[in-house]
């Protein structure tokens, strides 16, 4: 059973994996023969030597640090976005009222608002929260409310007919048809909660991955901040592939997976 599913792990990405090595042996060479300086772009035997040097302070410290923004802005947004998305199912004029603004809510740069929450809860955690919430939150709402908006009609004058409430149509009907919606919605929200909390740890953090790369790149060590940003993308990947495996089991109990 695992030799099974490492083959077939290994035919679908082995074209990333085999593109992800010559992307490094390239930068290897290019930065070895000395064509770009290596406080602009270090090498990677480079950025893993500073990522080993650094190692107790990188995964001590500050990846630990950021993992606490990011799973706590991940779970207010999960929490507070589903509640609004069934909402605005729910009462189609909380929908329209709604909608625009979150839409609006989108172009308004996090960067712009970040000083705003340090003003308000200041250089705490709850800062950096606030930026994550606002960063994962969009995504969660419209994957709930388009998840639960779609392919339901007939499932519902069905369920009308057996005389079904309201409630009971959305539990039966709605909620399971909107899992890979909703899903979708959390794949791409807790990968903004990464991007959220190195946001917010670069404009007024004392911890965390993004202040770490922040403060090395003020001293141009390179090799360092590009640890910090390699710990950040392995992060994101990471809690993008537990949601995915989360979304396998759900709708596999559901039959939507073979």
């Given at each position: 059973?695992?030799?099974?599913?490492?083959r077939?792990?290994?035919?679908?990405?082995s074209p990333?994996?085999?593109l992800v090595l010559?992307?490094?042996?390239?930068?290897?060479t290019?930065?070895?023969?000395g064509?770009i300086?290596?406080?602009?772009l270090?090498?990677?035997?480079?950025?893993?030597g500073?990522?080993?040097?650094e190692r107790?302070l990188?995964f001590?410290?500050?990846?630990p640090a950021?993992?606490?923004e990011?799973?706590?802005g991940?779970?207010?947004?999960?929490f507070?976005?589903?509640?609004l998305g069934t909402?605005m199912?729910l009462f189609?004029?909380l929908?329209?009222a709604?909608?625009?603004?979150?839409?609006?809510?989108?172009?308004?740069p996090?960067?712009?608002?970040?000083?705003?929450f340090?003003?308000?809860f200041?250089?705490?955690?709850?800062?950096k929260?606030?930026?994550?919430?606002?960063?994962a939150f969009?995504?969660?709402?419209?994957?709930t409310y388009?998840g639960?908006?779609?392919?339901?009609?007939?499932?519902?004058?069905?369920l009308?007919?057996?005389g079904a409430?309201?409630w009971?149509?959305?539990?039966?009907?709605?909620?399971?048809?909107?899992?890979?919606?909703?899903?979708?919605g959390?794949?791409?929200?807790?990968?903004?909660?990464?991007?959220?909390?190195?946001?917010?740890?670069w404009?007024?953090?004392?911890r965390?991955?993004g202040?770490f790369?922040?403060?090395?790149?003020?001293?141009l060590?390179?090799a360092e901040m590009?640890?910090?940003?390699?710990l950040?993308?392995?992060?994101?990947?990471?809690?993008f592939?537990?949601?995915?495996?989360?979304?396998k089991?759900?709708?596999k109990?559901?039959?939507?997976y073979?």
């Amino acid at each position: 059973m695992t030799t099974v599913f490492y083959r077939r792990l290994l035919r679908e990405y082995s074209p990333a994996i085999l593109l992800v090595l010559l992307i490094l042996a390239v930068w290897e060479t290019v930065s070895r023969l000395g064509l770009i300086p290596p406080f602009i772009l270090p090498a990677p035997t480079a950025i893993w030597g500073a990522l080993m040097e650094e190692r107790r302070l990188l995964f001590g410290v500050h990846l630990p640090a950021t993992l606490l923004e990011v799973l706590t802005g991940f779970a207010l947004s999960v929490f507070c976005g589903s509640l609004l998305g069934t909402g605005m199912h729910l009462f189609r004029p909380l929908a329209k009222a709604l909608y625009p603004l979150l839409i609006i809510s989108q172009t308004i740069p996090l960067v712009a608002l970040s000083p705003l929450f340090i003003m308000w809860f200041g250089y705490t955690l709850w800062s950096k929260v606030a930026v994550v919430f606002l960063t994962a939150f969009f995504p969660v709402v419209v994957g709930t409310y388009d998840g639960l908006g779609k392919n339901t009609e007939q499932y519902r004058e069905l369920l009308l007919t057996l005389g079904a409430n309201r409630w009971q149509i959305l539990r039966k009907a709605a909620v399971p048809l909107a899992l890979p919606s909703f899903f979708s919605g959390l794949k791409l929200s807790v990968v903004y909660c990464v991007i959220g909390a190195t946001i917010g740890e670069w404009l007024g953090g004392s911890r965390g991955l993004g202040y770490f790369s922040r403060r090395m790149a003020g001293n141009l060590q390179s090799a360092e901040m590009f640890a910090a940003v390699v710990l950040l993308s392995a992060l994101g990947i990471t809690l993008f592939l537990c949601i995915a495996t989360l979304e396998k089991l759900f709708l596999k109990k559901r039959g939507r997976y073979s």
